[in-house]
């Protein structure tokens, strides 16, 4: 009493130490959030029900609350309980316990694949840290406002009970999707300290939402960015695939510009943003990978990826042929360059490097459209991508329009079409030179170098 009294008067809020503050939830009722049932999927409602009816609590949680709330149809649902993984497991014919660390429960129903997680405790004080102040592990199990005090922004704390549809809000969160605001929980500083990734979701949520930042949830960002450096390369990867197929991927950019987070930071974001010779490509690039996902389309990382580098392969391979490499050579040598300074910072994972690789190596494939290299590339497990790529280079007139023209003909036409294709195109398009002619050569001119100027 108090201690609340003095806390009153010095106006501190129980932010400061997330384990004791908003215990008791605001609770509301159907009229009070709106939520329409309909759009809850039926599995999770299955999982809450048999948790509930065998005396565990289950609730709906996290950004599928936060979708509900603003009337969009989630793409995955998230279950919390206070059941341990084990007690989940054994409640469920198909449930696999996830994790060494913090286990969670993979709970699937033919391909919907739900994760149930048990609330975490919120006591970050004692929990492991590397010199910067990141939390290294955090696997204690907690109460259910525990849980809500560790999640991250206030929207992302409501808890929906699909059995008697109240949503429990610990933060304000439903004040904040009425505002269109994003807040953190706790202290900003702190809670970036402890997890950096953080400051790249407040982007991502910012752009797709629409949602403003907070202003005391922003202001330490351009001073913290730097603290990003220090997250294993791996996860900022995951954080920023999510970014890139939120279906508003180029909004995210630019509010990452923004925010200050794109510079120095990751490699990757600097060569795209500040690159004046790949802008058109990757804003078409962007575009169309937004439209896919808006589409409900599926997107390859990989083909995303080879897009946001391209320019960087483009001026390497420019690069290594002024040096006297052959073309297909050269094109292997800029791809090991770009991939190899990239991983670093932004570990691409093996198959997504290997596709990118793949995607490239295409491209001086489909200048040969003479003989029987065409008929090949039709047999290519990769041609769509290759194929999709090479219209993007038309679109931003990186090369001649006529070339995506003649290959959407030759893939589309019947065999007189591909026959009478081959032989409208001069031979002089066999320019690229295989491993084995030592001989030197004249270069026939190449529309790609014309970027790189
Ligand atoms: P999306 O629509 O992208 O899936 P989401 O909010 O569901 O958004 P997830 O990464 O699926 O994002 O995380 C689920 C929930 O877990 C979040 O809503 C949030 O409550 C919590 N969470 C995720 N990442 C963090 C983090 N880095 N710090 C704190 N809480 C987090
Ligand atoms: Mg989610």
Redesign the pocket.
């Known amino acids: 009493m108090i201690k609340k009294f003095i806390r009153k008067i010095l106006g501190v809020k129980n932010k400061s130490d997330p384990a004791s503050a908003n215990k008791k939830p605001t609770v509301l009722g159907p009229k009070e959030h709106g939520i329409d049932p309909g759009l809850v999927s039926a599995n999770a409602i299955r999982i809450t029900q048999t948790l509930q009816e065998n005396g565990f609590k289950a609730f709906v949680?996290?950004?599928?609350?936060?979708?509900l709330l603003t009337g969009v149809k989630?793409?995955?649902f998230?279950i919390a309980t206070n059941a341990t993984p084990e007690q989940v497991k054994r409640l469920f014919r198909r449930a696999f316990i996830i994790g060494r660390r913090f286990q969670i429960v993979h709970v699937m129903f033919g391909q919907d694949l739900l994760?149930v997680?048990t609330f975490r405790g919120a006591a970050t004080d004692g929990a492991p840290k590397d010199e910067h102040g990141r939390v290294l592990r955090d696997n204690t199990f907690g109460e259910q406002h525990e849980d809500a005090a560790?999640?991250?922004?206030t929207?992302?704390?409501m808890y929906y009970d699909p059995a008697s549809q109240t949503v429990l809000d610990y933060h304000g969160g439903m004040k904040d999707i009425k505002k269109k605001t994003l807040r953190i929980?706790g202290v900003p500083e702190a809670?970036y300290r402890?997890?950096p990734?953080?400051m790249l979701?407040v982007v991502?949520?910012a752009a797709?939402l629409q949602f403003d930042i907070d202003a005391a949830t922003r202001a330490p960002i351009p001073v913290m960015a730097p603290l990003i450096n220090n997250v294993p390369a791996a996860r900022v990867f995951d954080e920023m695939l999510?970014l890139l197929t939120?279906g508003h991927a180029m909004a995210c950019l630019q509010q990452l510009r923004k925010e200050g987070l794109h510079h120095g930071l990751m490699p990757l974001l600097d060569v795209v943003l500040e690159q004046p010779l790949g802008e058109k490509f990757v804003t078409l690039a962007l575009a169309n990978t937004d439209e896919r996902v808006q589409q409900g389309k599926g997107v390859s990382p990989g083909f995303l990826f080879a897009s946001l580098l391209w320019h960087q392969v483009v001026e390497k391979w420019e690069a290594y042929k002024a040096a006297g490499e052959f073309p297909i050579p050269a094109l292997h040598l800029a791809a090991d360059d770009v991939l190899n300074t990239q991983t670093d910072a932004l570990a691409i994972q093996r198959k997504i490097g290997s596709d990118m690789r793949d995607i490239w190596a295409m491209q001086p494939r489909f200048d040969k459209r003479v003989g029987k290299t065409p008929y090949k590339m039709l047999e290519h497990p990769r041609l769509r991508a290759g194929y999709d790529f090479l219209l993007l280079r038309c679109a931003s007139g990186e090369i001649d329009e006529e070339i995506g023209e003649w290959w959407t003909d030759f893939m589309e036409g019947d065999s007189a079409e591909r026959e009478r294709l081959i032989n409208s195109k001069p031979k002089t398009a066999a320019s690229e030179a295989g491993p084995k002619k030592r001989k030197p050569r004249r270069r026939a001119p190449r529309k790609a170098a014309a970027a790189a100027e």
């Not at 949680?61 to 979708?67: E, L």
């Not at 560790?150 to 922004?153: I, L, Q």
């Open positions: 949680v996290g950004g599928a609350v936060r979708d989630p793409k995955d998230d994760e997680t560790r999640r991250d922004f929207v992302n704390a929980i809670r402890e997890d990734v953080r979701r991502r949520f797709k999510k939120s």
